[in-house]
């Protein structure tokens, strides 16, 4: 594949494609993963490699939470939870960036807080089982005995 050529495509469920094929190689993936940029000026993501860049059309998020991993005190009470990335990596949640999109689906900040990552249908699951509802309707989630709340955003 001749990177600068075509666009590529990340859709709403995390899926790679170029030219309307799916990319399904696990080396190609990871080395697009590490390689995808933003600029803010622009608007726009790029995967930059080796001096070439090659825009990237991005449906949702150009990253997804496959599943999270909790860690709790000895006396029951949630202290960490982790995030398992769709590259690979792991990061720890920033509860203030976690947020409810227009599709009710759960949304965070990744990569020290440049990039947005939904959460597919098991991490959704596991951190909506996490969170608290208030007498306004409002979400909240309760991490080292501090309430932080859930943002909705459209």
Not at 1 to 14: F, K, T, Y
Not at 107 to 135: N, P, S, T, Y
Request: net charge negative; hydrophobic share 40%; aromatic share 10%.
């Amino acid at each position: 594949m001749e990177i600068g050529q075509s666009e590529i495509l990340i859709n709403a469920r995390g899926e790679w494609s170029y030219e309307g094929n799916r990319i399904v190689h696990p080396e190609v993936l990871n080395l697009f993963k590490r390689s995808l940029t933003y600029d803010g000026e622009r608007g726009e993501f790029f995967i930059d490699y080796k001096g070439k860049r090659a825009p990237v059309k991005v449906a949702k998020t150009p990253y997804f939470i496959r599943d999270v991993g909790l860690e709790k005190s000895s006396a029951g009470e949630l202290v960490k939870v982790v995030l398992e990335v769709d590259d690979g990596s792991r990061e720890t949640l920033d509860p203030e960036t976690l947020v409810l999109d227009g599709e009710g689906v759960l949304q965070v900040k990744i990569k020290a807080g440049r990039f947005a990552a939904r959460c597919l249908a098991v991490a959704h699951f596991r951190i909506a089982e996490l969170l608290e509802e208030d007498d306004s309707g409002n979400f909240f989630i309760v991490i080292n005995s501090i309430r932080f709340r859930v943002s909705r955003v459209n």
